[in-house]
T-cell receptor, first 112, second 113 residues
């Protein structure tokens, strides 16, 4: 089955620690994206990548970092510099936006 | 920057009725507009895309309209069912020069039996 997989589903970390969220897709999509969703808020773009070894900042990139070493993988690191990291993180991929985006099931990160 | 407005209040309707959700946007008119469904604790699922030169698009019980003059899209679910209860998100291409989507906050639909 083709799809996009995020892991883990729930993640707890202590304040001040970096944490990496995994996102893998087997849809052969070039473009991948990370969004953040807070209660009552829309999805906000963190980073995106249109091609391997290249990525761009989105609207709220501060305190986050990404890598795109393989087409299938686009991990997101939430660093200690992110002031408010507790949120629901969504990874997506697409061939192009006209066909819609495929989203993973999300990772709920709680920082205590 | 592009702003998207969706009704923040939940829409409650009776099973069998038609649900109509609204998406309004400001600034420039996008080349296309998309609708997604999101269930609690899950990622959004793509439903429909409508282009600026299309007035209406249908898929089974779903219908989307796109009025670039009013800067508005309407999303209809006919013969609604309790299983249609979810949050529905409107999304437009971002106007900041790169090919990504800007999402509205979504409207929750509750269909009661």
């Amino acid at each position: 089955d083709g799809g996009i997989t995020q892991s883990p589903k729930y993640l707890f970390r202590k304040e001040g620690q970096n944490v990496t969220l995994s996102c893998e897709q087997n849809l052969n999509h070039d473009a991948m994206y990370w969004y953040r969703q807070d209660p009552g808020q829309g999805l906000r773009l963190i980073y995106y990548s249109q091609i391997v070894n290249d990525f761009q900042k989105g609207d709220i990139a501060e305190g986050y970092s990404v890598s795109r070493e393989k087409k299938e993988s686009f991990p997101l690191t939430v660093t200690s510099a992110q002031k408010n990291p507790t949120a629901f993180y969504l990874c997506a991929s697409s061939i192009n936006w006209s066909g819609g985006a495929f989203f993973g099931q999300g990772t709920r990160l709680t920082v205590v | 920057s592009q702003k998207i407005e969706q009704n923040s209040e939940a829409l409650n309707i009776q099973e069998g009725k038609t649900a109509t959700l609204t998406c309004n946007y400001t600034n420039y008119s996008p080349a296309y507009l998309q609708w997604y469904r999101q269930d609690p604790g899950r990622g959004p699922v793509f439903l429909l895309l409508i282009r600026e030169n299309e007035k209406e698009k249908r898929k089974e019980r779903l219908k989307v309209t796109f009025d670039t003059t009013l800067k508005q899209s309407l999303f209809h679910i006919t013969a609604s069912q309790p299983a249609d209860s979810a949050t529905y998100l409107c999304a437009l291409e971002t106007d900041s020069g790169y090919s990504t989507l800007t999402f509205g906050k979504g409207t929750m639909l509750l269909v009661s039996p």
